[in-house]
């Protein structure tokens, strides 16, 4: 999520789109969090809507994990898609690979073991 007003509109959409079909039966998905991308962590807007999503009544009584990360700008991430390779690929000494390495560190860090059969 890039912190903007749409951005958040389309994420609040998307949130009631997975509500939805979970109550139908239809899907067994839980959401792990959202990922400021492409901003400062001094952005006062990531700071503001960190701590609007991290408020359990903001979306309907349950928080959204904010994950710790976040990624940086950094102009030649523009260049991967031509590139035809991720950044943590094109520029893996940049500081946005970094920024993705910590996030999926985090990342695995929250996402629950499953159960082995046996």
Known sequence: LEPGFYEYRSLVTRLAELDELRVQGAAAMATVGVLFVRTSARSRQ?????????????????AV??????????????????????????????????????????????????AVAG
Do not use: C, K, N
């Open 46 to 62: 990531m700071r503001e809507y960190r701590a609007h999503l991290e408020d359990p009544e903001a979306l309907g009584g349950e």
């Open 65 to 114: 994990h904010v994950f710790a990360t976040h990624t940086r700008q950094q102009a030649s991430v523009r260049d991967h898609p031509r590139l035809a390779q991720p950044t943590v690929l094109a520029d893996p000494g940049g500081h946005v690979a970094d920024d993705y390495r910590r996030f999926v560190a985090e990342l695995v860090e929250r996402i629950p073991t499953p």
